[in-house]
């Protein structure tokens, strides 16, 4: 299957920083790309859907200038978290796909806000 | 709202049995589904697909079935082996051609007993 990086799998920072994540599809052009948070022993919540070279598509009740979204090329998307909180800790994980809808996600990225 | 869930949030199978995970959805626009497998700390990782035209597909020591007719899908996993312990998504797509996204059943733990 396709290959996706996600970098950093781990991030600590402290409450009121930003923190952004990249995610890269390493062997294919990603014509699309998702982000997605998961809480522990739940399923994934998608936040947002990034088309290249278009604005985010937000899920309802994600907050899209708390979550800032770029997808600048058909291989990398980053997230960036403004102003982090603690309760924005958790397990965000993003997937790309070409033209067909089957979705590759990355390894994760485990963010805590202290 | 249409969803798509699982019948069982456990399963435990003794190593060596065949296991069965059983996903429903409601969704009658629903035309292609994925089985991911997600272990511990890890992103969801592709283990088969089968688009809505076909009733059966078989992998490397699985199956999916599907049943349009009661909408449900299964996973089908031959002589299990501890390394097949992992929470177990199926997802559906809905039609919508380039918008088209997944729709993620809540999980199922599937636990290999030695």
């Known amino acids: 299957g396709a290959v996706v990086s996600q970098h950093p799998s781990r991030v600590i920072c402290k409450s009121g920083t930003s923190v952004k994540i990249e995610c890269r599809s390493l062997?294919?052009?990603?014509?699309?790309m998702f982000w997605y948070r998961q809480f522990p022993k739940k399923s994934l919540m998608l936040m947002a859907t990034?088309?290249?070279?278009?604005?985010?598509?937000?899920e309802q009740g994600v907050e899209k200038d708390k979550f800032l979204i770029n997808h600048a090329s058909l291989t990398l998307s980053t997230l960036t978290v403004t102003s982090a909180h603690p309760e924005d800790s958790s397990f965000y994980i993003c997937?790309?796909?070409?033209?067909?809808?089957?979705?590759?996600f990355g390894p994760g990225t485990r963010l805590t806000v202290l | 709202g249409e969803s798509v869930g699982l019948h069982l949030p456990t399963l435990s199978v003794q190593e060596g049995d065949n296991s069965i995970i059983n996903c429903a959805y409601s969704n009658s626009a629903s035309d292609y589904f994925i089985w991911y497998k997600q272990e511990s700390g890890k992103g969801p990782q592709f283990i088969i697909d089968?688009?809505?035209?076909?009733d059966k597909r078989q992998g490397q020591r699985v199956t999916v079935l599907l049943n349009k007719t009661v909408k449900h899908l299964s996973l089908q996993i031959a002589a299990t082996q501890p390394g097949d312990s992992a929470v177990y998504f199926c997802?559906?797509?809905?039609?919508?051609?380039?918008?088209?996204?997944?729709?993620f059943g809540k999980g199922i733990t599937l636990s290999v007993r030695p």
């Open positions: 997802a559906e797509n809905i039609r919508g051609g380039a918008n088209s996204k997944l729709t």
């Open positions: 990034s088309n290249e070279g278009s604005k985010a598509t937000y």
């Open positions: 089968i688009r809505s035209n076909m």
């Open positions: 997937s790309a796909r070409d033209s067909t809808p089957l979705q590759f």
């Open positions: 062997d294919f052009q990603a014509t699309t």
